[in-house]
């Protein structure tokens, strides 16, 4: 389990015994959002080998008329000629993972990470949501252009096996041309934030015989499209064979969709309930990817760890 400082350990345990609802909200209303501080692991270093970031673009025929970008990551330690196949790691919102200025980080965080050994040889695919469109003028962000729509809600909110089927008939396909990737679902992990959290929980839900790991940062386990019942359905189903790392802070939402900090802690109780690898990570932050960047290196050694 990643430690926690005692007063967020004191806070839950609060958040636990609450008896209302209301009580809960004024609770999470009065804390100030704390902001984290980014650790030597996230920091790159001229000492450590520099894997590779290329950029694709990609129109997909399981989310007809999307056209979306999508980057690879391929560790310096990778061996193309070599007889072992790459871990594999699938980003949802994959510009907000990739930026090495931004709040993950993630291409520093793996190329340390795997030089010192704490996690496999892996290959990063960061994807962003399908856009209605018919090519991108501009790399994709958080917000399509005006006049342009986004699938994104379609594509991450639904409690279904499509976007586990996009990944499997598309995406894996295409990079798997060029690299050789794992087939092994325990050294398949996949991560999103907000509603590509519980996007990344859906798909190893669907397929655990695709991917067994799983890291959710603010994930939207509420009632958009009714990610709601999860706990409910995780507490009635036979134990399924994943690793699940959930972030959330006290600050995050709390809207006609539901509250997120009472989401994830319903998701965390029904998983350990149901006798699940699982680590919850609960903190002060609010709804953006702070504090679950912050503890990414981490996260990471927990979720590779053998």
């Given at each position: 389990m990643i430690p926690q400082p005692p007063a967020l350990i004191f806070l839950?345990?609060?958040?636990?015994?609450?008896?209302?609802?209301?009580?809960?909200?004024?609770q999470e209303s009065a804390a100030k959002p704390r902001e984290y501080p980014f650790g030597p692991d996230s920091t790159r270093r001229q000492d450590v080998p520099q894997g590779t970031v290329t950029k694709h673009i990609w129109k997909s025929t399981v989310f007809p008329k999307t056209i979306?970008?999508?980057?690879?990551?391929?560790?310096a330690q990778y061996d193309p000629k070599g007889t072992a196949a790459a871990a594999l790691m699938v980003f949802q919102?994959?510009?907000?993972?990739?930026?090495?200025?931004?709040?993950?980080?993630?291409?520093?965080?793996?190329?340390?990470?795997?030089?010192?050994?704490?996690?496999?040889?892996?290959?990063g695919i960061f994807i962003?949501?399908?856009?209605?469109?018919?090519?991108?003028?501009a790399p994709q962000g958080w917000r399509p252009p005006q006049g342009v729509g986004s699938n994104r809600s379609v594509e991450y909110d639904s409690l279904n096996g499509d976007y586990a089927r996009f990944l499997e008939t598309e995406i894996l396909p295409e990079v798997?041309?060029?690299?050789?990737?794992?087939?092994?679902?325990?050294?398949?992990?996949?991560?999103?934030?907000?509603?590509?959290?519980?996007?990344?929980?859906?798909v190893a839900w669907e397929?655990?015989?695709?991917?067994?790991?799983?890291l959710s940062h603010v994930g939207s386990f509420t009632?958009?499209?009714?990610?709601?019942?999860?706990?409910?359905?995780?507490?009635?189903?036979?134990?399924?064979?994943?690793?699940?790392?959930?972030?959330d802070g006290a600050n995050d939402l709390d809207?006609?969709?539901?509250?997120?900090?009472?989401?994830?802690?319903?998701?965390?109780?029904?998983?350990?309930?149901?006798?699940?690898e699982v680590d919850f990570v609960f903190g002060e932050g609010g709804h953006n990817g702070n504090h679950g960047g912050a503890i990414l290196p981490d996260s990471l050694r927990w979720l590779w760890r053998e």
């Amino acid at each position: 389990m990643i430690p926690q400082p005692p007063a967020l350990i004191f806070l839950c345990l609060a958040f636990a015994s609450a008896g209302s609802s209301s009580w809960l909200t004024a609770q999470e209303s009065a804390a100030k959002p704390r902001e984290y501080p980014f650790g030597p692991d996230s920091t790159r270093r001229q000492d450590v080998p520099q894997g590779t970031v290329t950029k694709h673009i990609w129109k997909s025929t399981v989310f007809p008329k999307t056209i979306r970008e999508y980057s690879v990551y391929v560790p310096a330690q990778y061996d193309p000629k070599g007889t072992a196949a790459a871990a594999l790691m699938v980003f949802q919102d994959g510009h907000a993972y990739a930026d090495e200025n931004g709040q993950f980080r993630v291409p520093a965080v793996f190329d340390n990470l795997i030089a010192a050994g704490e996690m496999p040889v892996t290959i990063g695919i960061f994807i962003n949501p399908g856009w209605f469109a018919e090519r991108l003028d501009a790399p994709q962000g958080w917000r399509p252009p005006q006049g342009v729509g986004s699938n994104r809600s379609v594509e991450y909110d639904s409690l279904n096996g499509d976007y586990a089927r996009f990944l499997e008939t598309e995406i894996l396909p295409e990079v798997g041309k060029t690299h050789r990737l794992t087939n092994d679902p325990a050294k398949r992990a996949v991560c999103g934030i907000s509603s590509g959290g519980i996007c990344a929980f859906t798909v190893a839900w669907e397929r655990p015989d695709l991917f067994r790991k799983v890291l959710s940062h603010v994930g939207s386990f509420t009632n958009i499209r009714g990610g709601n019942s999860y706990p409910f359905l995780i507490r009635k189903t036979e134990r399924k064979p994943l690793r699940i790392l959930l972030q959330d802070g006290a600050n995050d939402l709390d809207n006609e969709h539901g509250n997120w900090p009472l989401g994830n802690r319903e998701m965390a109780a029904a998983l350990k309930f149901s006798g699940y690898e699982v680590d919850f990570v609960f903190g002060e932050g609010g709804h953006n990817g702070n504090h679950g960047g912050a503890i990414l290196p981490d996260s990471l050694r927990w979720l590779w760890r053998e």
